[in-house]
């Protein structure tokens, strides 16, 4: 079904066959592809000067060429406690595990290399990005009994994992972020911790939500159970500002997702639980030609 979506990232050229050498690699250096002429700078190889052209010219020129490269996708999970709730349906975390499994099957077919990271799990060890189905089937699989073995979930340091996923990758990457974000905003309300990537890569946000944060429905006094050796928390529902202050809090998060990613060229989807997978598509599908998607329902 990933094979549905149109092109993850924005610089792909229209190729009927896609090869890593159809992708343009966001630095210079040796190729094929042409990209500028310029003076030559003292300290460069001599082999590098276009004689031809210096000899019409009062000084030597270079060309310059656009190194062929495989884009690289990075679908980074979110595995706070936050993302273990669910009213309808499912856990947020279950629909943040089927998005991944949809943009990795997209990115295979448009021939980026996926690498999948879950920040929250530490005993997970690190993979190199990958183009083999199996592999990323196996570990994709293998987040799915992480998560449904996990007893006490990790908070996450994302400033510590931010800085580690970009002084590891080569700009002009993919990176997805799957999450409700709420641990991050509640550290940083305006989630600008991801400017630096943001700077080198392109970014797209899922914001993955239940329903019952958008607008908590009046059950009553009802407990919320909470994963040991937290406390279960109980709440009056009845009460109209309790209400309203969980609505507008959950209004401020998504619009600092849906602001930041605007502001830095990104993407940002809201995710449902209950959505379907067709949906999801559909979705997905929408943001990446027109850059919106539908609204909430």
Known sequence: MGAQLPD???ENPPVSVRLPGDQRAARLGQGMDFELLRAYQPGEPASLIDWRISARTTEPMVRIFREPAQRQCHIVLDTSESMFFGTRYQLKITQALILAHLLTAAALHQNLAVCLHA?????RSMRPPSTSRASL???LHELGDWVDRLSAPQAIDWVGFRQRLGGGLPAGQLVVVLGDFQADFAADPHLLGWLPLAERHQLWFFAVFDPAEAQLPDLG?????????ARPVRLDTHQPALR?????????????VRDLALAMGGRSTVVSTPTPVPELLTQCATQLLYGSTAPLS
Request: aromatic fraction near 6%; glycine fraction near 4%; proline fraction near 12%.
């Open 8 to 10: 993850l990232t924005t």
């Open 221 to 229: 006094a009802v407990t919320f159970a909470a994963t040991p050796p």
């Open 119 to 123: 920040p929250g799990l530490p005993a």
């Open 244 to 256: 309203a202050e969980l609505a507008a809090r959950f209004a401020l998060r998504l619009a600092a």
């Open 137 to 139: 089937l196996n570990q």
